[in-house]
């Protein structure tokens, strides 16, 4: 920490620097609350981000000081003692707000002249923390996803230069690097390096960003205002060749990915999902503009099941939000199929000769490919399958959603894994009440957040929902053939 002599060279410079900086007060109690703690957290983070270009590059904020130097060369004082500030509530409130969390601040009190300052002292970081919420301060509004940094005295959201610029200092002394390779080859490299948490949320994010830019281009909304029903699988297609790419990342990453990187993913189709009513388009197409955001979904999910990592699914389950019909909703209110494509058009699907759950069945098609590089086997990736939508139809009653419909009813499904059990029982059900027994609160979905109940009223929900799920698939399958 600087001593008392470095504290009056900072009060007596004419200006903020880009990692000094004066606030007179903060004020984290009353009716701005919410305003003044992302005041704080965006001037932290600004010095954090600026800071950092060496290994022995610290930043500063000098609380109780007013950001003017007076003619007499002094400057406006408070007492910061009264507010009773500690380096552990900093963190807290930077880390609610940011990734990857910033691993320290240095808090001091001293008394400099009969004034008393806190000394907020912030270590150099080897990452770029990015903003995992947006920021409304008193002084402007700061938007999830921006890397704020400080140009003098100035705060302002890092461009790609400066990134980049940033990321080749920090790399000097910390080894952070971001190699020109594909997404997808950063991606698996990055994976294998808890140090790069950031590089891989700023990669799976910039690529987000991307995909919702081009679905949002006005040239191609327009083309659901000229659309007809029968052409709803030319559109599949062309939301399937824009969405390759992120698809990508999202089975490599929720498949190798470690809990560290849980909320990536969910943030990723926070973006993609975020999709507009705009244009003069029929209710089927605007339906379908959630196409993309379902597909990474259900690819992430099947893939976080193959890899086991159940809290990245939890994530995707409790933390994704779509917009649908001008609301943000939840992943089992928006992203089930049938309310992407709804009864009245899916007769419209090339898949409703074979299936009366055409998009299940295409979906099912479709992924086996991208996901052949996790699962190896056709059994493999139908249990994978199946239990995913399974678990998605428990988060919607968990959620008062409905019954999501899936492929653990069909009657396909059911025979192929009579072959195995000799029972004509909804398979899945059985299989997870059989791990329960085994394994009991330790049941690795239920012990990483995917039900979030204690464990006496997660069986009693189970059990109920099971019954439910259980009398739509056998009227299901009364009625439907596959």
Known sequence: MIDQHKLKEFLELKDESPKVEFKLKYELTGQNKSKNLDELAKDLLALTNTAGRAA???????????DTLKPDGTRDAFDVRSSNFTAEQFLNIVNARCTPPVAEFRYEVIDQGGNFYGVVEIPPSPYIHELTRNLDTPRGSWQLGGVL????????????????????EKENWSGVSADAKTALEQLEEFLHDPRKKIAVRRLVLEEAKALHAELNKPEFLAKDSTAQNPVLNERIAEYENLTRNLLDLFVAGCYHGGDELDSVWSDALTVVGDTTDEGHASDAFLRLRRFPAMLLFYAGGIAAIAGERYKTLAAMFHKTKVRRWRMQQSASEALPPATVVDRYDRKELSEYQFSAMPLEFHLRNYLRTSLAVVIHTEDEYLDCFTRFEYFFALDGLAKSNGIILGSYMWESEIRRKYQRTYSYNTPVIGETNAELEQDGAEWLPYKNGIFSMNWEKFLDFKKEADKKLSETAQNFMLTKNY
């Open 56 to 66: 022995d590059d610290f930043a500063y904020l000098i609380i109780g000081a007013g």
């Open 149 to 168: 940094i400080r140009r003098g005295s100035q705060i302002g959201i890092a461009g790609r230069s400066e990134m980049k610029q940033m990321e080749r």
